[in-house]
């Protein structure tokens, strides 16, 4: 079981910025980020490999860039040109062993959660 810690949420005014940390337990071949918003499901928002490799959903493509710290086994989301639509519980997760995706169901671990609101 691998252990993440987030921090980093908070409030912000729309068109502000926030970057989120999660710090992993141990070394783990990719790490993502979801959210959550009230009433709705939780979805995929980026991920990383212990490689570089990166993947985002559509919404966030140019305003959010995940990173990736391998010596700390922290990981990074850098959020920018923050949106209304953009509040929701961000979630810090593990994927599978040698594959990554934004998919629910191939989340390994999660981390407790960090609050993000934008107001308009």
């Known amino acids: 079981q691998v252990q993440l810690v987030e921090s980093g949420g908070g409030s912000v005014q729309a068109g502000g910025s926030l970057r989120l940390s999660c710090t992993a337990s141990?070394?783990?071949?990719?790490m993502a980020w979801f959210r959550q918003a009230p009433g709705k499901e939780r979805e995929g928002v980026a991920y990383?490999?212990?490689?570089?490799?990166?993947a985002y959903a559509d919404s966030v493509k140019g305003r959010f860039t995940i990173s990736k710290d391998n010596a700390k086994n922290t990981m990074y989301l850098q959020m920018s040109s923050l949106k209304p639509e953009d509040t929701s519980m961000y979630y810090c997760?593990?994927?599978?062993?040698?594959?990554?995706?934004?998919?629910?169901?191939?989340?390994?671990?999660w981390g407790q959660g960090t609050q993000v609101t934008v107001s308009s």
């Open positions: 997760a593990t994927g599978r062993p040698t594959y990554c995706s934004l998919r629910k169901n191939d989340v390994s671990n």
């Open positions: 141990t070394y783990t071949y990719c």
């Open positions: 990383i490999t212990s490689g570089g490799s990166t």
